[in-house]
T-cell receptor, first 114, second 110 residues
Framework: DVKVTQSSRYLVKRTGEKVFLECVQDMDHENMFWYRQDPGLGLRLIYFSYDVKMKEKGDIPEGYSVSREKKERFSLILESASTNQTSMYLC?????????????FGPGTRLTVT | GQQVMQIPQYQHVQEGEDFTTYCNSSTTLSNIQWYKQRPGGHPVFLIQLVKSGEVKKQKRLTFQFGEAKKNSSLHITATQTTDVGTYFCACKAAGNKLTFGGGTRVLVKP
Protein backbone atom coordinates (compact mmCIF):
# COMPACT_ATOMS: atom_id res chain seq x y z
CA ASP A 1 0.00 0.00 0.00
CA VAL A 2 1.37 3.39 -1.01
CA LYS A 3 2.38 5.50 1.88
CA VAL A 4 3.33 9.16 2.05
CA THR A 5 4.07 10.44 5.52
CA GLN A 6 4.62 13.95 6.79
CA SER A 7 6.56 14.80 9.90
CA SER A 8 3.83 16.70 11.74
CA ARG A 9 0.03 17.02 11.52
CA TYR A 10 -0.01 20.34 13.35
CA LEU A 11 2.73 22.91 13.78
CA VAL A 12 2.76 26.34 15.41
CA LYS A 13 5.69 28.66 14.73
CA ARG A 14 6.52 32.28 15.37
CA THR A 15 7.09 34.90 12.70
CA GLY A 16 10.70 34.85 11.54
CA GLU A 17 11.42 31.27 12.57
CA LYS A 18 12.95 28.78 10.14
CA VAL A 19 10.53 25.93 9.53
CA PHE A 20 11.22 22.47 8.13
CA LEU A 21 8.45 20.25 6.80
CA GLU A 22 9.49 16.70 6.00
CA CYS A 23 7.87 14.25 3.63
CA VAL A 24 8.77 10.60 3.08
CA GLN A 25 7.35 8.15 0.55
CA ASP A 26 7.91 4.42 0.40
CA MET A 27 6.94 3.77 -3.23
CA ASP A 28 10.29 4.50 -4.89
CA HIS A 29 8.55 7.31 -6.78
CA GLU A 30 10.71 9.65 -8.83
CA ASN A 31 8.42 12.67 -8.55
CA MET A 32 7.61 14.53 -5.37
CA PHE A 33 5.58 17.69 -4.85
CA TRP A 34 4.77 20.28 -2.22
CA TYR A 35 1.42 22.08 -2.28
CA ARG A 36 -0.34 24.48 -0.03
CA GLN A 37 -4.09 24.33 0.33
CA ASP A 38 -6.20 27.35 1.21
CA PRO A 39 -10.02 27.57 1.19
CA GLY A 40 -11.38 28.39 -2.26
CA LEU A 41 -7.94 28.31 -3.88
CA GLY A 42 -7.53 24.58 -4.25
CA LEU A 43 -4.04 23.15 -4.19
CA ARG A 44 -1.25 25.43 -5.36
CA LEU A 45 2.10 23.97 -6.31
CA ILE A 46 5.08 25.37 -4.42
CA TYR A 47 7.97 23.21 -5.65
CA PHE A 48 8.45 19.82 -7.22
CA SER A 49 11.29 17.42 -7.87
CA TYR A 50 11.81 14.86 -10.62
CA ASP A 51 14.86 13.23 -9.10
CA VAL A 52 17.35 13.39 -6.29
CA LYS A 53 18.98 16.81 -6.00
CA MET A 54 16.68 18.19 -8.71
CA LYS A 55 14.04 20.78 -8.03
CA GLU A 56 11.78 23.06 -10.01
CA LYS A 57 9.69 26.02 -8.99
CA GLY A 58 5.97 25.65 -9.01
CA ASP A 59 3.40 28.42 -9.15
CA ILE A 60 4.08 30.03 -5.75
CA PRO A 61 7.74 29.41 -4.75
CA GLU A 62 8.39 32.78 -3.10
CA GLY A 63 9.38 32.43 0.54
CA TYR A 64 10.04 28.69 0.25
CA SER A 65 12.92 26.41 -0.63
CA VAL A 66 13.23 22.64 -0.90
CA SER A 67 15.76 19.88 -0.50
CA ARG A 68 15.87 16.40 -1.94
CA GLU A 69 19.00 14.57 -0.86
CA LYS A 70 17.44 11.10 -0.99
CA LYS A 71 14.86 9.70 -3.37
CA GLU A 72 12.31 8.97 -0.67
CA ARG A 73 12.53 12.30 1.16
CA PHE A 74 11.48 15.79 0.11
CA SER A 75 11.76 18.69 2.53
CA LEU A 76 10.06 22.07 2.39
CA ILE A 77 11.82 24.94 4.12
CA LEU A 78 10.38 28.26 5.15
CA GLU A 79 13.47 30.40 5.64
CA SER A 80 11.68 33.05 7.70
CA ALA A 81 8.08 32.17 8.43
CA SER A 82 5.45 34.85 7.98
CA THR A 83 1.78 34.93 8.96
CA ASN A 84 0.68 34.67 5.30
CA GLN A 85 2.30 31.24 5.21
CA THR A 86 -0.28 29.92 7.65
CA SER A 87 -1.87 27.12 5.65
CA MET A 88 -2.30 23.39 5.11
CA TYR A 89 0.77 21.92 3.42
CA LEU A 90 0.39 18.73 1.42
CA CYS A 91 3.16 16.56 0.07
CA UNK A 92 2.58 14.17 -2.84
CA UNK A 93 4.52 11.67 -4.89
CA UNK A 94 4.03 9.95 -8.23
CA UNK A 95 5.92 7.63 -10.52
CA UNK A 96 7.42 8.95 -13.72
CA UNK A 97 6.69 6.01 -15.90
CA UNK A 98 3.39 4.24 -16.40
CA UNK A 99 0.18 6.18 -16.79
CA UNK A 100 -1.91 7.42 -15.06
CA UNK A 101 0.86 8.86 -12.87
CA UNK A 102 -1.63 9.70 -10.18
CA UNK A 103 -0.35 11.59 -7.19
CA UNK A 104 -0.44 10.05 -3.74
CA PHE A 105 -0.84 12.56 -0.97
CA GLY A 106 0.33 12.62 2.60
CA PRO A 107 -2.03 13.53 5.46
CA GLY A 108 -0.95 17.18 5.45
CA THR A 109 0.64 19.54 7.96
CA ARG A 110 -1.46 22.40 9.26
CA LEU A 111 1.01 25.20 9.94
CA THR A 112 0.08 28.23 11.97
CA VAL A 113 2.49 31.18 12.07
CA THR A 114 1.82 33.62 14.89
CA GLY B 1 0.32 30.48 -17.04
CA GLN B 2 -2.36 27.83 -17.12
CA GLN B 3 -5.57 28.64 -15.29
CA VAL B 4 -8.15 26.13 -14.12
CA MET B 5 -11.65 27.11 -13.07
CA GLN B 6 -14.05 24.81 -11.29
CA ILE B 7 -17.73 25.55 -10.81
CA PRO B 8 -19.65 25.63 -8.63
CA GLN B 9 -17.46 26.28 -5.61
CA TYR B 10 -20.16 24.87 -3.32
CA GLN B 11 -22.92 22.40 -4.04
CA HIS B 12 -25.72 21.65 -1.58
CA VAL B 13 -27.51 18.52 -2.74
CA GLN B 14 -30.53 16.73 -1.42
CA GLU B 15 -29.78 13.07 -0.83
CA GLY B 16 -30.93 11.09 -3.85
CA GLU B 17 -30.58 13.95 -6.32
CA ASP B 18 -28.05 14.30 -9.11
CA PHE B 19 -25.50 17.05 -9.63
CA THR B 20 -22.65 18.03 -11.92
CA THR B 21 -19.41 19.88 -11.34
CA TYR B 22 -17.45 21.46 -14.17
CA CYS B 23 -13.77 22.09 -14.80
CA ASN B 24 -12.42 24.47 -17.43
CA SER B 25 -8.81 24.99 -18.48
CA SER B 26 -7.34 27.98 -20.27
CA THR B 27 -5.08 25.65 -22.28
CA THR B 28 -5.45 22.39 -24.14
CA LEU B 29 -4.69 19.43 -21.92
CA SER B 30 -2.85 16.16 -22.38
CA ASN B 31 -5.01 14.64 -19.68
CA ILE B 32 -7.13 15.49 -16.68
CA GLN B 33 -7.39 13.79 -13.32
CA TRP B 34 -10.09 13.97 -10.66
CA TYR B 35 -9.49 13.71 -6.92
CA LYS B 36 -11.80 13.54 -3.91
CA GLN B 37 -10.93 14.93 -0.50
CA ARG B 38 -13.13 13.88 2.42
CA PRO B 39 -13.51 16.34 5.31
CA GLY B 40 -10.32 16.24 7.37
CA GLY B 41 -8.62 14.00 4.82
CA HIS B 42 -6.22 14.34 1.93
CA PRO B 43 -6.95 14.22 -1.82
CA VAL B 44 -7.38 10.73 -3.23
CA PHE B 45 -7.15 9.93 -6.93
CA LEU B 46 -10.41 8.94 -8.62
CA ILE B 47 -9.74 8.73 -12.35
CA GLN B 48 -7.77 10.01 -15.33
CA LEU B 49 -9.18 10.99 -18.73
CA VAL B 50 -6.89 11.12 -21.75
CA LYS B 51 -8.85 10.99 -25.00
CA SER B 52 -10.98 13.71 -26.52
CA GLY B 53 -14.65 13.08 -25.69
CA GLU B 54 -13.79 10.24 -23.33
CA VAL B 55 -16.46 9.11 -20.86
CA LYS B 56 -15.71 6.90 -17.87
CA LYS B 57 -18.00 5.61 -15.15
CA GLN B 58 -17.35 4.54 -11.60
CA LYS B 59 -20.61 3.30 -10.11
CA ARG B 60 -22.68 6.48 -9.67
CA LEU B 61 -19.93 8.80 -10.91
CA THR B 62 -19.61 9.71 -14.60
CA PHE B 63 -16.55 11.60 -15.83
CA GLN B 64 -16.35 13.26 -19.22
CA PHE B 65 -13.51 14.93 -21.12
CA GLY B 66 -14.46 17.63 -23.59
CA GLU B 67 -13.97 17.28 -27.33
CA ALA B 68 -11.45 20.13 -27.34
CA LYS B 69 -9.64 18.67 -24.29
CA LYS B 70 -10.04 21.94 -22.40
CA ASN B 71 -12.88 21.01 -20.08
CA SER B 72 -14.29 18.15 -18.07
CA SER B 73 -17.28 17.31 -15.93
CA LEU B 74 -18.12 15.01 -13.07
CA HIS B 75 -21.75 13.92 -12.71
CA ILE B 76 -22.98 12.09 -9.62
CA THR B 77 -26.35 10.37 -9.69
CA ALA B 78 -28.49 9.56 -6.65
CA THR B 79 -26.21 11.42 -4.24
CA GLN B 80 -25.47 9.68 -0.95
CA THR B 81 -24.00 10.99 2.30
CA THR B 82 -20.79 9.16 1.43
CA ASP B 83 -20.35 11.58 -1.48
CA VAL B 84 -19.64 14.45 0.92
CA GLY B 85 -16.28 16.06 0.30
CA THR B 86 -14.42 18.32 -2.09
CA TYR B 87 -13.87 17.22 -5.67
CA PHE B 88 -10.85 18.60 -7.49
CA CYS B 89 -9.94 18.44 -11.12
CA ALA B 90 -6.22 18.42 -11.86
CA CYS B 91 -5.05 19.38 -15.32
CA LYS B 92 -1.91 18.29 -17.07
CA ALA B 93 -0.74 20.27 -20.09
CA ALA B 94 2.81 18.90 -20.32
CA GLY B 95 5.38 17.20 -18.11
CA ASN B 96 4.55 15.87 -14.67
CA LYS B 97 3.06 19.01 -13.22
CA LEU B 98 -0.63 19.15 -12.37
CA THR B 99 -2.63 22.36 -12.01
CA PHE B 100 -5.54 21.91 -9.61
CA GLY B 101 -8.87 23.65 -9.78
CA GLY B 102 -10.29 25.37 -6.71
CA GLY B 103 -12.56 22.40 -5.99
CA THR B 104 -16.28 21.87 -5.57
CA ARG B 105 -17.29 21.31 -2.00
CA VAL B 106 -20.29 18.99 -1.83
CA LEU B 107 -22.67 19.00 1.11
CA VAL B 108 -25.49 16.45 1.23
CA LYS B 109 -28.80 17.11 2.96
CA PRO B 110 -30.34 13.90 4.27
Amino acid sequence: DVKVTQSSRYLVKRTGEKVFLECVQDMDHENMFWYRQDPGLGLRLIYFSYDVKMKEKGDIPEGYSVSREKKERFSLILESASTNQTSMYLCASSNRGLSPNEQYFGPGTRLTVT
Amino acid sequence: GQQVMQIPQYQHVQEGEDFTTYCNSSTTLSNIQWYKQRPGGHPVFLIQLVKSGEVKKQKRLTFQFGEAKKNSSLHITATQTTDVGTYFCACKAAGNKLTFGGGTRVLVKP
